[in-house]
């Protein structure tokens, strides 16, 4: 059975800095799609940026350059570095992979229910 586990949220100031990770575990081969997706109670879900396994990266406009998704193959961990932090990245950030080769990973950053799976999320939020 597959899991994700999400850590390095916390409480950090504007202008700051955080790197979120994703281990996964239960699969022996790498994820096709692997991304981040954000949410604020009340909100929809979105999608923050996703690592295709062909080297393909999309982000959710308001954060390019200001994020970076990254992967570790070899330890089948997903990483996002958040830099620049404002109030408005506050969220629930939760980790998901798809393994659908036929899509890009672009696709599912903006169709996050058609992820397979999530993990639990870890929070962040940004406030002085």
């Known amino acids: 059975e597959v899991q994700l586990v999400e850590s390095g949220g916390g409480l950090v100031q504007p202008g700051g800095s955080l790197r979120l990770s994703c281990a996964a575990s239960?699969?022996?081969?790498?994820?096709?799609?692997m991304a981040w997706f954000r949410q604020v109670p009340g909100s929809e879900r979105e999608g923050v940026a996703v690592?295709?396994?062909?080297?393909?990266?999309a982000y959710l406009d308001s954060v390019k350059g200001r994020f970076t998704i990254s992967r570790d193959t070899a330890k089948n961990t997903l990483y996002l570095q958040m830099d620049r932090l404002t109030p408005e990245d506050t969220a629930m950030y939760y980790c998901?992979?798809?393994?659908?080769?036929?899509?890009?990973?672009?696709?599912?950053?903006?169709?996050?229910?058609?992820?397979?799976?999530w993990g639990k999320g870890t929070s962040v939020t940004v406030s002085s």
């Open positions: 239960g699969s022996t081969y790498d994820y096709v799609h």
């Open positions: 690592s295709d396994s062909d080297g393909r990266i």
């Open positions: 998901a992979v798809n393994n659908n080769p036929g899509l890009r990973g672009l696709y599912y950053l903006k169709n996050p229910d058609q992820m397979d799976y």
